[in-house]
């Protein structure tokens, strides 16, 4: 079955760095758009950037854009999520998201906390 593995989370300062992994399995990885979702305390789960089979289109969220980058490695079967000049209000759980079918799969999701 469809298991996507988020990874990399953790504790940054505001105006720091760090790369989140979505390692996917169950399913052709490399035919399917790609999606990364957070869902901060208290606030409904947003979109955050989503990236094409290929990796060539990629689209962000107006919050994100121009700080974060999402990529992908057809071999690795493996998403990514570049995020830097990390902000205080960038704090959630991280998500990766595939959708087969009209039906959307989940990981178990990363928590990302910016805080001095």
């Known amino acids: 079955q469809v298991q996507l593995v988020e990874s990399g989370g953790g504790l940054v300062q505001p105006g720091g760095s760090v790369r989140l992994s979505c390692l996917a399995s169950?399913?052709?990885?490399?035919?399917?758009?790609m999606s990364w979702y957070r869902q901060a305390p208290g606030k409904e789960r947003e979109v955050v950037a989503t990236?094409?089979?290929?990796?060539?289109?990629?689209n962000y969220a107006d919050s994100v854009k121009d700080r974060f980058i999402i990529s992908r490695d057809n071999v690795k079967n493996t998403m990514y999520l570049q995020m830097n000049r990390l902000k205080p209000e960038d704090t959630a759980v991280y998500y990766c998201?595939?959708?087969?079918?009209?039906?959307?799969?989940w990981g178990q999701g990363t928590q990302v906390t910016v805080s001095s």
């Open positions: 990236i094409s089979s290929g990796g060539i289109t990629t």
């Open positions: 169950g399913f052709a990885f490399r035919l399917y758009p």
């Open positions: 998201q595939v959708v087969r079918g009209g039906s959307g799969s």
